[in-house]
């Protein structure tokens, strides 16, 4: 299995620009969730998703939108970026429930110019 | 709604020493709790977990106990190691709808040979 899988990796965007971060993976987990972390802070939730076809907002929704629909991806779409996105973003997935692990990406590092 | 505190770092260690990391918690019902670790460059991974009142989790030298009476989970470990040198999130998993994580800002732990 190769988890959970993000790209790309680095990317640099100007002001007003769209660009889409891609999650995928192979685990067959029905939960899905997006995070971001600015420096010296944890992880706030942007977007999660209980199933293909079912999505829901977290704490930090605005500027984002997001989509699943299939079992394996959840793609989170950024549609005019700002400055204030500059941070780290991270995909995970979980099974089934709380008690479950939830299993990280490696991670997409943003920044808004 | 449901918080995390840790301990503020940056803690520096020297190899062999004692690590105490203090995390307590804010829920309603019983949340699973978590600690992940975070090497430099790279995404959030599990280090331990505790499901319910007085587990204790434990990998790699490193434990936690659940503790209801004083709702905490304080990661300790007897004696650090140079490739103990990371950040270490405490987190709980919320036990509402999106059964989230809810994490603690992190501690920046260095240990020097």
């Known amino acids: 299995n190769a988890g959970v899988t993000q790209t790309p990796k680095f990317r640099i965007l100007k002001i007003g620009q769209s660009m889409t971060l891609q999650c995928t993976q192979d685990?067959?987990?029905?939960?899905m969730y997006w995070y971001r972390q600015d420096p010296g802070m944890g992880l706030k939730l942007i977007y999660y998703?209980?199933?293909?076809?079912?999505?829901d907002k977290g704490e930090v929704p605005n500027g984002y939108n997001v989509s699943r629909s299939t079992t394996e991806d959840f793609p989170l779409r950024l549609e005019l970026a700002a400055p204030s996105q500059t941070s780290v973003y991270f995909c995970?997935?979980?099974?089934?429930?709380?008690?479950?692990?939830?299993?990280f990406g490696p991670g997409t590092r943003l920044t808004v110019l | 709604g449901d918080s995390v505190t840790q301990m503020e770092g940056p803690v520096t260690l020297s190899e062999e020493a004692f690590l105490t990391i203090n995390c307590t918690y804010t829920?309603?019902?019983?949340?699973?709790l978590f600690w992940y670790v975070q090497y430099p460059g790279e995404g959030l991974q599990l280090l331990l977990k505790?499901?319910?009142?007085?587990d204790k989790g434990s990998n790699k030298g490193f434990e936690a106990t659940y503790r209801k009476e004083t709702t905490s989970f304080h990661l300790e470990k007897g004696s650090v190691q140079v490739s103990d040198s990371a950040v270490y999130f405490c987190?709980?998993?919320?036990?509402?709808?999106?059964?989230?994580?809810?994490f603690g800002k992190g501690t920046k732990l260095t240990v020097n040979p």
């Open positions: 505790a499901t319910k009142a007085d």
């Open positions: 995970a997935s979980r099974f089934e429930t709380s008690q479950d692990t939830q299993y």
């Open positions: 998703s209980v199933g293909a076809g079912i999505t």
């Open positions: 829920a309603t019902g019983y949340p699973s």
């Open positions: 987190a709980l998993s919320d036990q509402g709808g999106s059964e989230k994580l809810v």
């Open positions: 685990m067959n987990h029905n939960y």
